[in-house]
């Protein structure tokens, strides 16, 4: 298993301003995913965060407004830009663990608790 | 991936057994299905998940019929800690970009005493 710990776990925000949100891994992982989910909403996925390149942004989701760092195989952070009332959601970082012993693989994703951002 | 289809909510009474639907009528023949859960306000947990045989953990067990177009999770006991929104996906299992997962709806399950 993984243990995922988001940071912050909630904040209110002023309209314009960016708010950076940060996943610490206590593992090394391959893959790295963050997702929004807006109030009443399931989760949707932004991207996934690259170790050592540009994210890959699904559609609807840009870098500009959503850049994403990824420095090493435990850390990334994710930038929401230039705040709307409309970002307010919770966001979660999400990882896929590949090691173990062949035939324990299973494809699961592990979720950190998300951070609540509420935009003013 | 393949879609799927879950009806949005069901009730269940404490003790009794959960059967949550789910239709995946155009699943490749790679595609697992998987399915997770969210208990408000946590982030979604792993339940289960197979290829076409049935499959059973501590948590649940996971029934796919033979055409593999539908499957249905049982939680034998159901208690109030399992009210939460479940997730059925279908995807592929590797270590690429292909392991995102595709959240879907849910059944929103309440569990009643």
């Known amino acids: 298993s993984a243990v995922i710990s988001q940071k912050p776990s909630r904040d209110i925000c002023q309209r314009g301003t960016s708010l950076t949100i940060q996943c610490q891994v206590d593992?090394?992982?391959?893959?790295m995913f963050w997702y929004r989910q807006q109030p009443g909403q399931s989760l949707t996925l932004i991207a996934t965060?690259?170790?050592?390149?540009?994210?890959?942004?699904e559609s609807g989701f840009v870098i500009d407004k959503f850049p994403i760092s990824r420095p090493n195989l435990t850390f990334s952070t994710l930038t929401v830009s230039n705040m709307s009332p409309e970002d307010s959601s919770i966001y979660l970082c999400?990882?896929?663990?590949?090691?173990?012993?062949?035939?324990?693989?299973?494809?699961?994703?592990?979720f950190g608790e998300g951070s609540r951002l509420t935009v003013l | 991936d393949a879609k799927t289809t879950q009806p949005p909510s069901m009730d269940c009474a404490e003790g009794r057994a959960a059967n949550l639907p789910c239709n995946h009528s155009?699943?490749?023949?790679?595609?697992?299905v998987y399915w997770y859960r969210q208990i408000h306000s946590q982030g979604p947990q792993y339940i289960i998940h197979g290829l076409k045989n049935n499959e059973t953990n501590e948590m649940a067990s996971l029934i796919i019929t033979e055409d593999r177009k539908s499957s249905t999770l049982i939680l034998p006991h159901a208690t109030l800690r399992d009210t939460a929104v479940y997730y059925c996906i279908v995807r592929v299992i590797n270590t690429g970009t292909a392991s995102k997962l595709t959240f879907g709806t849910g059944t929103r399950l309440q569990v009643t005493l």
């Open positions: 965060a690259n170790q050592g390149s540009e994210a890959t942004y």
């Open positions: 155009t699943i490749s023949g790679n595609e697992y």
């Open positions: 999400s990882v896929l663990l590949t090691g173990g012993l062949a035939g324990d693989y299973t494809g699961e994703l592990f």
């Open positions: 593992s090394q992982v391959t893959m």
